[in-house]
């Protein structure tokens, strides 16, 4: 059973600030990691997608590596935003998809 | 492209009624789509998957006589509360598989309040 750890659980920085979020997974035969932004009271907004084959996926700010043989991806953000603040999460497809239980980000202006 | 829309996207009904909940994928086929319930900063708990034309698979621990769902058409699953009790208020999300990939998209979300 795939089991899937984010690390912090929350976080909070001053505006500008680059930010650090770790996913780590217990099974490292994956198709792809995704990495999805929440906010409050909304659903889910996908924002990489890494496939097993790639190392890393880069989208404006955000950039994501993959490193399927230890089980860890990694999501960077430079220069943060007041409107960054959300809760990140990671997910990784088994026959379900398996979710952490997300980093909550603060970033202060 | 790839976007997933639910409607309502907030109901509120009363203890004994049921609710039914869509989910569409407006813009691709999804053979498989999802069900999650999401409780107050908690992440999101799976219900359900359902195939387009078959039965929905539910995850250990939730009522399948309760939670009813149908995948009719590659782009629409909906659910059904029935019987629907305060406890059964949340924030329903479902999801949709694209059709030949694993990438998920998620709705909107649906906030459920039972009285």
């Known amino acids: 059973k795939q089991e899937v750890t984010q690390i912090p659980a929350a976080l909070s920085v001053p505006e500008g600030e680059n930010l650090v979020l770790n996913c780590s997974f217990t099974d490292s035969a994956i198709y792809n990691l995704q990495w999805f932004r929440q906010d409050p009271g909304k659903g889910l907004t996908s924002l990489l997608l890494?496939?097993?084959?790639?190392r890393e996926q880069t989208s404006g700010r955000l950039n994501a590596s993959l490193d399927k043989s230890s089980g860890r991806s990694t999501l960077y953000i430079a220069a943060s935003q007041p409107g960054d603040s959300a809760t990140y999460l990671c997910?990784?497809?088994?026959?379900?998809?398996?979710f952490g239980a997300g980093t909550t980000v603060t970033v202060r202006a | 492209g790839a976007v997933v829309s639910q409607h309502p996207s907030r109901v509120i009904c009363k203890s004994g009624t049921s609710v039914k909940i869509e989910c569409r994928s407006l813009?691709?086929?999804?053979?498989?789509m999802f069900w999650y319930r999401q409780f107050p900063k908690q992440s999101l708990m799976l219900m359900a998957t359902s195939n387009e034309g078959s039965k929905a698979t539910y995850e250990q621990g939730v009522e399948k006589d309760k939670f009813l769902i149908n995948h009719a058409s590659l782009t629409l699953s909906t659910l059904t509360v029935t019987s629907a009790h305060p406890e059964d208020s949340s924030f329903y999300i479902c999801?949709?598989?694209?059709?030949?990939?694993?990438?998920?998209?998620f709705g909107p979300g649906t906030r459920l309040t039972v009285t």
């Open positions: 997910a990784v497809p088994d026959y379900k998809l398996s």
């Open positions: 890494i496939q097993s084959s790639q």
């Open positions: 813009d691709f086929q999804a053979t498989t």
């Open positions: 999801s949709a598989d694209r059709e030949g990939t694993y990438e998920q998209y």
